[in-house]
């Protein structure tokens, strides 16, 4: 007898064991329902993306940024030369110039609360 010959009834055993305990369920499971459909509601963070408004102004292409309809940011894109930024940095309507060089760092600043 080969050993071939000695482990295919073994094997022949494991194999329906196998499958019986596949077809075993224990009594009283139901399949689980299907999950309801999200919600159809306004995402709360769309409020947060800005609207971006691009005009011409000139030769001058011009980007403003508002979030809530308050003008924060225009980049200005003059047709030849770098662009740089007009920041409201306090919320006061008063823009501030700031040149687009490699590594300039911009502080973020929140308005928390308005009186």
Not at 65 to 78: A, C, E, F, Q, S
């Given at each position: 007898m080969t050993m071939r010959s000695r482990y295919l009834p073994l094997l022949?055993?494991?194999?329906?064991?196998t499958a019986f305990a596949q077809d075993k369920r224990p009594p009283g499971l139901e399949p689980i329902p299907e999950p309801p459909p999200p919600p159809q509601s306004v995402d709360p963070d769309?409020?947060?993306e800005p609207q971006v408004t691009i005009t011409k102004r000139g030769e001058d292409k011009v980007e403003e940024?508002?979030?809530?309809?308050?003008?924060?940011?225009?980049?200005?894109?003059?047709p030849n030369g770098k662009?740089?930024?007009l920041i409201d940095r306090?919320?006061?309507?008063?823009?501030?110039?700031?040149?687009?060089t490699q590594g300039s760092l911009s502080v973020p600043l929140w308005v928390i609360k308005r009186f």
């Open positions: 022949a055993l494991c194999l329906a064991f769309s409020a947060l940024y508002r979030i809530n309809g308050h003008l924060y940011m225009m980049k200005v894109t003059p662009s740089y930024y306090n919320g006061s309507g008063a823009m501030t110039r700031m040149e687009v």
